[in-house]
Every structure is written in structure tokens, then in C-alpha cells.
């Protein structure tokens, strides 16, 4: 019940408190100016009041300026098991960092247009390469037809953690010059590791993605597939068919039992290596230099199925899996109310990482029921019942359950 909750709720955590709110002006331009804050107390072990939103975002009709730390939109009707990417997913705490987005494709014609973003972030202290940075940037090229009832989007994800001071290799490269390197992911100068003046400066990973969309008469339907890299072999495609595959569907009724559907299936198996010479045998989401991976506040960015190393917190200790998941939402009628609902099932098969498999394989099923139980609009009260499990192989069952209530001024 802890994976994919923003970073709120952690292993050990029984109590939880939010509070929220935004102010919004909206500009004669049909452009707006939003400002959010939101703070969050929890019980368990770390820390006790953390800030969960505090950001200013400006919107035009076509893109968006935002500054600071902002929760991802929720995705899928909340049914996939990593919202919209592979690489970052609602499983750990939003970065405070400054990000430019398109809000919408911009058509350069009557039918293709292109989708892009860049984002420049911050990691946190208390990590084995402190204060590192992201840069991450994506674009995508978009085919719709006229109507706009069918859409083909196809692109890429780049991320690179850079700067920072680490533990054993003390302060890492962070003039502007560096920025321009790895922005362009060229090998570092005299000021970098042996490993980074000989590969690429910092550590870089991404992913190609591919997305189909139809609007029929009834339901919307999606096929999409997200590709994984973190050197040149992956980007040559060296990896396949590691990545994400998924299918969602949803009903255009307003009321039904059966609303939405999702299924993914995840594998990163392959790791290049099938491959030669230095692209042999990746590692997913772990690096020598920054070696608390590809985690912010010991929580993976990416999908939850990579597993972080509890004991040490310095790297990701499972990184070779096949996933299946479903994703089941919709309305259930009782009381004379409608009560949404969503179920989640999930099923992966760990196999460690290449330097350290585990023997035997480790299977973990995963269920989650969340349901609204109240919902009175005059009042602005949302009470919602959760109940989740995982069955291990490898360590004893996990069961919980929880009340969320929502009031909104």
C-alpha cells in the first residue's frame, strides 16, 4: 500500500495528514497564474513534516512555466502501475526543480505536430553523491487525424544525474560547460572521473516511447510501449524487448460498473546482453558514481516493480523482472449512491541483478482495493476505504488496510 503514493506513506507509516491549497488568477489572455502549497505529517521512522507541494505554475493555452515541487497529474484513472513512464512514476516525492512543458501538441501542419519538455531538477542531501541535479528532457512527434479522433505519438525521454558531491569521488564536475555535456550527453573534461572522460559525463538513462490512440463512438482505447536505455546499445535497440507494454480502455458511460481497464506487462530482462564490447550487460537504474541510483529519498522514481536495497540504501538490488499487471476501475451502486472503485493486481518475477541472481527466482502478487464510501458535494467530504496485501516468496505476507478522508474548503 506503500508503492505509488507519492512518497506520503512509507513502510511503517499508520497516521497520515495532509494539507493542500491553490490560488489561481486567470489573465485576460486566457492564460492563468497558479501557486500550490501543501504540507505533510506522518508518523514511522524519517522524517516527520516533509513539504509535499510548494510551486508556482503559469499556463498559456500551448505551454506551462512551473517553479518548485509539483505532485504528477494522476494518469490512466489512476490504473497503471507507473502512471504514464517507465523511468518516473508517482512512486517517490516530486523534485523541486523549474520545468517548460507544451501543454498540448502544437501542429505544425493540419495533421503533425510535436509534444516536448525540459526540466532541470534538484536530488536531495542525504544521499551517497549529495545535491546531485537532473536534467531531463523529452519531445515527441505527433500524427493526428483530422477529427482528431486517432493520434500516433512517438519520441523520447532523457534523463542525466549530474554535479553533486560524492562520498568517495568528492565534488563532481558542475560548471556550465559541464551542463552543456551533458544536455548534448558528450564524456566529461580533465575535472571528471576517469569512467565519465571516457563515456558519457554524469549518468544518463531514457527510453523511446511509443503511443496509439483511438476515440470511438463509446470508448477511448490506448496501446503504448516504453523502451529503456542507459547506453549506446539500448539506444541502438541492443536491449529489446526490455520495457513497457500496456493496453488501457475506457468506457465513455458515465456511470458503469466496469469503467476503465489497464493491463501492462513489464520486462527488463534482456539488459544488452546479447551485445559486445563496453555496451555489454546494463545495470537499470543503478550507476558506480551516483550510487544511490535512481531513487529520490530511498524510493524509486521509476516503476515500484525495481526494488531498493533497504539495509544499505545505496542502490537498487533488483532490477530483472518480468511484470503483469491489471488495472480494474468503475462505479459501484449501493445506498442509492454511486461509489468509484479501482482494483489493482499485480504479479512480477525478480530475478535480482546481473552481478547477484536470485536463486530461486522471487515471485511477488500484489493486490489493492481502494473505494469511495462518502461523498457528499455540499459538504465537500470524500471518505474512501483502502485494503491492500503482498505474498512473497521470499519473506512473510503483508497485509493492510486505511481510511483516506478528504475535506475540501
Do not use: C
Not at 458511460?253 to 544488452?272: A, G, N, R, V
Not at 464510501?373 to 503482498?390: P, R
Amino acid at each position: 500500500m506503500f508503492h505509488n503514493q507519492r512518497g506520503r506513506i512509507s513502510e511503517d507509516t499508520r497516521l497520515a495528514t495532509w494539507v493542500s491549497g491553490k490560488a489561481t488568477y486567470n489573465f485576460q489572455n486566457n492564460s492563468r497564474l497558479e501557486i500550490g502549497a501543501g504540507i505533510l505529517l506522518r508518523d514511522g521512522i524519517g522524517k516527520k513534516f516533509i513539504t509535499d507541494e510548494l510551486f508556482a505554475s503559469y499556463s498559456t493555452s500551448f505551454f506551462q512555466v512551473t517553479a518548485g515541487r509539483r505532485q504528477l497529474p494522476k494518469l490512466y484513472n489512476g490504473l497503471s502501475a507507473s502512471n504514464q513512464s517507465l523511468l518516473w512514476s508517482l512512486n517517490a516525492r516530486p523534485l523541486p526543480g523549474v520545468l517548460l512543458k507544451t501543454t498540448r501538441p502544437i501542429f505544425l501542419q493540419k495533421n503533425f505536430g510535436f509534444e516536448a519538455s525540459w526540466g532541470e531538477y534538484f536530488f536531495e542531501k542525504e544521499r551517497f553523491t549529495s545535491n546531485a541535479r537532473l536534467h531531463h528532457k523529452s519531445f515527441h512527434l505527433v500524427y493526428s487525424s483530422s477529427d482528431r479522433s486517432f493520434k500516433i505519438k512517438a519520441g523520447l525521454q532523457h534523463f542525466a544525474q549530474w554535479g553533486g558531491k560524492s562520498i568517495e569521488l568528492g565534488q563532481q564536475p558542475e560548471a556550465f560547460e559541464d551542463y552543456l555535456r551533458i544536455v548534448a550527453g558528450s564524456s566529461g573534461n580533465d575535472g571528471a572521473t576517469g569512467s565519465d572522460q571516457n563515456n558519457a559525463l554524469g549518468n544518463h538513462l531514457g527510453g523511446y516511447e511509443l503511443y496509439f490512440s483511438k476515440n470511438f463512438s463509446n470508448f477511448y482505447a490506448e496501446l503504448f510501449y516504453n523502451h529503456i536505455f542507459e547506453d549506446g546499445s539500448g539506444r541502438r535497440l541492443g536491449n529489446t524487448p526490455d520495457g513497457r507494454y500496456g493496453l488501457f480502455i475506457s468506457l465513455k458511460e458515465p456511470i458503469s460498473i466496469f469503467q476503465s481497464f489497464m493491463y501492462e506487462f513489464y520486462s527488463t530482462h534482456h539488459q544488452s546482453h546479447t551485445t559486445s564490447g563496453v555496451y555489454k550487460n546494463d545495470n537499470y537504474f543503478n550507476n558506480t558514481g551516483y550510487r544511490s541510483g535512481w531513487t529520490y529519498y530511498n524510493r524509486v522514481i521509476g516503476a515500484p516493480f525495481f526494488t531498493v536495497d533497504v539495509k544499505e540504501k545505496l542502490h537498487i538490488i533488483n532490477n530483472k523482472f518480468t511484470a503483469h499487471h491489471i488495472g480494474i476501475g468503475g462505479n459501484l451502486l449501493f445506498f442509492n449512491s454511486s461509489h468509484p472503485y479501482r482494483a489493482l493486481l499485480s504479479y512480477a518475477q525478480n530475478d535480482g541483478r546481473r552481478d547477484q541472481r536470485y536463486h530461486p527466482k522471487q515471485d511477488v502478487f500484489s493486490v489493492l482495493y481502494d473505494i469511495n464510501l462518502l461523498q457528499l458535494e455540499q459538504k465537500k467530504i470524500d471518505v474512501s476505504f483502502q485494503i491492500g496485501m503482498e505474498y512473497n516468496t521470499y519473506s512473510s505476507p503483508i497485509y493492510g488496510a486505511g481510511l483516506n478522508a478528504v475535506y475540501k474548503m
